[in-house]
């Protein structure tokens, strides 16, 4: 029987902080999404003033990003040599989704959304924050 690490609750609240400090650093509120290695929700936060569609986004970049254990610009680059990839289901071909790594094994995944290209720095310390 093979044992895997998930993430907790305790995990989860330390990502969301990391990626609101990150944001607060640039004088920006993020939508962030946090999602466990099936791609399933765990947490969601979206400031008052960022629009309603930031989160599917935040929450489709944070999928893609457990589901396929790369950052969701990685799969952007491969939609763009292969157009056909654009219909994996639950996918989202853009930057901003970090997958969250423990001792190799990809545990999940966090998705900012609403802060433009800062959306994947800013996904990434939250990743950061979890690997440390």
Do not use: Y
């Not at 995990?11 to 400090?21: E, N, P, S, T």
């Not at 400031?47 to 944070?62: E, F, Q, S, W």
């Not at 457990?66 to 763009?80: D, N, T």
């Amino acid at each position: 029987m093979r044992r895997r690490p998930s993430l907790t609750t305790d995990d989860v609240l330390k990502i969301v902080a990391a990626c609101k400090a990150a944001g607060a650093k640039i004088k920006r509120e993020p939508t962030v999404a946090v999602v466990d290695a099936g791609g399933h929700l765990l947490h969601l936060e979206r400031p008052d003033r960022n629009g309603v569609i930031t989160v599917d986004m935040a929450t489709l970049k944070a999928r893609t990003a457990a589901l396929r254990g790369r950052p969701s610009s990685a799969f952007e680059a491969r939609v763009k040599e292969r157009p056909g990839f654009m219909m994996t289901p639950n996918c989202l071909g853009v930057e901003g989704g970090v997958p969250i790594l423990f001792e190799d094994e990809c545990l999940g995944g966090v998705g900012v959304s609403g802060i433009d290209f800062d959306d994947e720095n800013v996904a990434k310390a939250g990743a950061d924050t979890f690997e440390a």
